[in-house]
């Protein structure tokens, strides 16, 4: 890949120098390896109770009484994720170590977290809705930032045979606690309206857990770059995206898979409400989809970190999304709550895999100090599909009914997976060039 290589600023690559940053790495990994494992349980935890399929569509939809208006919210939110990612990738690619822009970026992020918990305890009605689009915007803004600038940071300290053991354990750990977390918060926290907001609590309880996580991050020993670019604006990097994609074929498909994946995504904010139509969507019952979704997701986890590391996450991703679509299917035909809660698990076990796939199989796509760019045009499509996703299905279910909204998710995730199909496994080719050079 070599879309970048007229900015390349610096090279420190002779064969000293590369053993001694994978020396490095080696020697701190078991500290490295701990603290982003404490960050990410504790992430985990804390996020999942803003980004699951309940709780804030749900308490968007009180506000609103408006499938539109639950679509519009969670379009703001990937909307801001897709606006930063590429600017995140100029804030770091020029720089030989990245911790303190990912530190400052993750504090922004939590930040909007607690606005949103402050503006439900404060507000109520058009403001209060008004805040929770604005906070889930800013939320998602940063959350694009922390998306690039994190995962740039974990290729750097986590060798690619790790990744999937610490991603599994990571997300097994944090998704374990959470969805003990999301059951009491549905159950007690919004359905009892602990400190006279239960969403509002929830929200806060989400803002404290992930600002205990990310204290840990002050523990990790960053090695410096061997390579690194020069510093551009963003308007620069942008006009490089078309010769990016088309320096290697496999990334592009990688691209495409994802993008497509995102879109299937369309139906993620109605699951609950479209089990409202079945089931009476009280408090409890929001705590027991949660726990169905955020358990599943957590226990496949580390199926999906073991399958990883052994076969590469093509695999993961494939099987992932292949899950995710049958159980949309499911979903749309499930008519008690027990065959919802199977149908909630299947969606919480596809998607996890489809998330941990789409995360980190990019970062097994070109050299170091191209990586910040091709996270952050994969997130960036990402991201622009997730916000076009809640609108559209918002409003497709608004004119016409959710069975839609579901029915064109699950076509398009039929797409990703032939497109997928098309991408060769990372590893492979990297053995192949190996050995034809040997």
């Known amino acids: 890949m070599s879309a970048n ?13 590369e053993r001694k940053y994978y020396e490095q790495v080696r020697r701190d990994l078991p500290r490295n390896f701990a603290a982003n494992l404490v960050h990410g349980m504790l992430g985990v935890t804390g996020f999942r109770l803003v980004t699951a399929p309940t709780f804030v569509p749900a308490y968007i939809y009180l506000l609103s009484g408006s499938k539109m208006a639950v679509g519009l919210a969670l379009c703001a939110q990937y909307l801001g994720m897709a606006l930063s990612s590429i600017w995140g990738a100029t804030l770091i690619e020029h720089r030989r170590r990245v911790m303190r822009v990912v530190y400052n970026v993750g504090w922004l992020m939590r930040a909007q977290v607690l606005g949103l918990a402050v503006s439900a305890y404060l507000l109520s009605g058009y403001w209060a809705l008004v805040a929770a689009c604005a906070f889930l915007a800013l939320f998602g803004f ?16 986590i060798p690619v045979e790790r990744r999937g053991q ?63 670019n020069q ?7 942008l006009m490089q995206v078309p010769a990016i994609l088309r320096s290697d074929a496999h990334y592009t498909r ?37 726990l169905a979704f955020l358990l599943s997701q957590t226990v496949s986890n580390l199926a999906w970190g073991s399958i990883a590391d052994r076969y590469g996450y093509r695999l993961v991703f494939l099987v992932s999304m292949v899950l995710w679509t049958v159980s949309t299917i499911g979903l749309m ?53 997730m916000a076009i996703g809640p609108l559209l299905g918002g409003m497709v279910a608004q004119g016409f009914d959710f069975i839609y909204v579901f029915w064109l998710a699950v076509a398009v995730k039929a797409l990703s997976i032939v497109a997928i199909l098309h991408v060769e496994e990372p590893r492979y080719r990297l053995q192949r060039v190996h050995t034809e050079d040997d």
């Open 5 to 17: 290589a007229p900015h390349i600023a610096e090279l420190a690559g002779q064969p000293a120098d």
């Open 142 to 157: 940063f959350n694009g930032m922390q998306s690039v600038t994190f995962s740039f940071l974990m290729s750097k300290v």
């Open 166 to 228: 610490l991603t599994g354990m990571r997300n097994f750990l944090g998704g374990l606690i959470a969805s003990g977390v999301a059951y009491l918060g549905g159950r007690y926290l919004v359905e009892s309206n602990v400190l006279g907001n239960g969403y509002a609590t929830t929200f806060l309880l989400a803002f404290i857990l992930t600002s205990i996580g990310i204290s840990a991050l002050t523990f990790v020993r960053e090695p410096d770059s061997l390579m690194v």
């Open 231 to 237: 510093q551009s604006d963003l308007w620069e990097r």
């Open 254 to 290: 990688f691209f495409i898979a994802r993008t497509l994946a995102a879109l299937g995504a369309t139906a993620l904010p109605f699951y609950a409400l479209y089990a409202g139509k079945s089931i009476n969507l009280s408090g409890a019952i929001l705590g027991y989809l949660s």
């Open 333 to 385: 035909f499930a008519s008690s709550l027990v065959f919802i809660l199977i149908a909630f698990c299947g969606l919480g076990a596809g998607f996890g895999g489809y998330f941990v796939a789409s995360q980190n199989f990019v970062l097994e796509f070109g050299a170091l100090h191209e990586r910040p760019m091709l996270i952050a045009v994969s997130d960036t499509a990402s991201h622009l599909m």
